[in-house]
């Protein structure tokens, strides 16, 4: 089956689709397939502008959901269920990072990124599933990132949302295939991405920092093909391997002093919202 077969006049919901990764999978999905395009982000003007240069592509509505926001979740959802418009595809892409040592966060810094990044994601795809479940069909994909395999300073708070992504990523996609659902469960486990979110970073030995385009066309193959992971770049393959079979005070002298990778956020600047808050891996 060729890969644009797979998103023909399917109906994609996309978080964080104002900017980075969300925004150019719809760019780049419009472009191979006639799609519903669902975007969903905190920035509903950077949607606007969005939905203006897709309309001669793709059938597109938008929408400005906080997905910190159970209830405005919910009531998305049961509006896009009434216009038949249940999503065939979920790519869960809303992030944000925080960048200080862990008592520097504020309180608010450990909420927010720990429900933006994983609870926000559970929610969107809570909101769904059951109706996927009952129609036999339906693809969820989460952005976890390779911090959900290894700890990194001034990315502690980050790295444990990451981690419970892939967790609940991993039990989802037990639970789906143990009921039978047909409902597939991708889980995309990058390293630091050209997005802007990590603006600043040095990029640790052997693990250079990815384009936006080559991790959407790696997700955009890796969805159709039905793919449990994504993972890029190929060192992020052996992390938990490496993790495995070596006695900490080695892995970390491979990491922090060999790579380099504890160093790697010593420059972080980050993007700088456009509204408090806000950002999209």
Known sequence: MKIENYYQNKS?????????????????????????????????????????????????????????????????????????????????????????????????????????????????????????????????????????????????VYAASKWAVLGWTESLQIEMKKLNTGIRITAVIPSYINTGMFDGVRAPSLTPILETDEIVDRMIRGIAQGKRTIKAPFIVRFVPFLKSILPAFVFDWLAGNLLGVYRSMDTFKGRIPKSEGDDSS
């Not at 869960?92 to 862990?102: L, Q, S």
Request: overall charge neutral; proline content about 2%.
């Open 12 to 156: 994609i919901l996309i978080t964080g689709a104002a900017s980075g990764i969300g925004k150019r999978f719809a760019e780049k999905i419009s472009e191979q397939a006639e799609t519903t395009l669902i975007l969903w982000d905190r920035n509903p003007g950077d949607l606007k502008k969005i939905k203006s240069n897709l309309l001669n592509r793709a059938e597109v509505h938008i929408s400005g959901v906080d997905i910190s926001d159970s209830s405005h979740i919910q009531l998305e959802a049961e509006r896009l269920i009434k216009q038949n418009l249940l999503p065939d595809i979920i790519i869960n892409c809303a992030g944000i990072v925080v960048g200080k040592m862990f008592h520097e966060h504020a309180f608010s810094d450990i909420e927010n990124t720990i429900v933006i990044n994983s609870i926000g994601s559970m929610w969107v795809t809570n909101a769904f599933l059951d109706r996927m479940i009952g129609r036999g069909s339906g693809h969820i994909v989460n952005m976890a990132s390779a911090s959900g395999y290894i700890g990194n300073p001034r990315m502690s």
